[in-house]
């Protein structure tokens, strides 16, 4: 089984619509990640969790917000989703440390129309 | 502000030759450099690393080489396979951050023929 995993893997929403992605691990890291990936775009960082309590925004939070239901969950959502949120959806983990390997998931393939 | 450069889209490289992936930063606080790899339809996986204090780090058949006064870093393969055909990321960071974050390029997509 996959350490991470993230639901759905692909879908297809309309302009306004509120999505949510999530995202479950079985490493037992504490920091988790979101990011997204555009065309010919690096990973940029959305938002990031150190513990359930502690929730961080990144470099593109804007028309995003996440939940950190538990050390394993991790769920990002849009509130009314744009066609310029259409992009691929990287959730990552990593253990306490900074130094540690970031660890990620499949990914979701989002459209907006 | 693009902090971690890839210049080359992509690479097309004949099996059994050497592959190098480029890479500059702009950040000289940058301390620890990283290479993910990513075949379509999975996300980023590790590949290698690089702490500032050294100049290469060697694993198998990728090597690492980093040249701090040019702010530029290079992934060697050799020999390269077909299965090595993937998207790879350059990434650093700045380990005495609390965050860690990882800053990306934008990817080179390398292609290893027969």
């Known amino acids: 089984d996959a350490d991470v995993t993230q639901t759905p893997r692909n879908r297809i929403t309309k302009t306004g619509k509120r999505i949510m992605l999530e995202c479950s691990q079985t490493?037992?890291?504490?920091?988790m990640y979101w990011y997204r990936q555009d065309p010919g775009l690096g990973l940029r960082l959305i938002y990031y969790?150190?513990?359930?309590?502690?929730?961080n925004k990144g470099e593109i939070s804007d028309g995003y917000s996440v939940s950190r239901q538990a050390q394993a969950k991790f769920s990002l959502s849009l509130e009314s989703a744009i066609p310029n949120q259409t992009a691929l959806y990287f959730c990552?983990?990593?253990?306490?440390?900074?130094?540690?390997?970031?660890?990620f998931g499949p990914g979701t393939r989002l459209t907006v129309l | 502000d693009q902090q971690v450069k890839q210049n080359s889209p992509s690479l097309s490289v004949q099996e059994g030759r050497i592959s190098i992936l480029n890479c500059d930063y702009t950040?000289?606080?940058?301390?620890?450099f990283l290479w993910y790899k990513k075949y379509p339809a999975e996300g980023p996986t590790f590949l290698i690393s690089?702490?500032?204090?050294?100049d290469k780090n060697e694993d198998g058949r990728f090597t690492v080489f980093l040249n701090k006064s040019a702010k530029h870093l290079s992934l060697h393969i050799v020999p390269s396979q077909p299965g090595d055909s993937a998207v790879y990321f350059c990434?650093?960071?700045?380990?005495?951050?609390?965050?860690?974050?990882?800053?990306f390029g934008r990817g080179t997509q390398l292609t290893v023929w027969p």
């Open positions: 950040n000289s606080m940058f301390d620890y």
């Open positions: 690089i702490s500032s204090i050294k």
């Open positions: 990434a650093a960071q700045r380990r005495g951050s609390t965050l860690g974050r990882l800053y």
């Open positions: 490493k037992g890291h504490d920091r």
């Open positions: 969790s150190f513990d359930v309590k502690d929730i």
């Open positions: 990552a983990t990593q253990s306490g440390f900074s130094t540690d390997t970031q660890y």
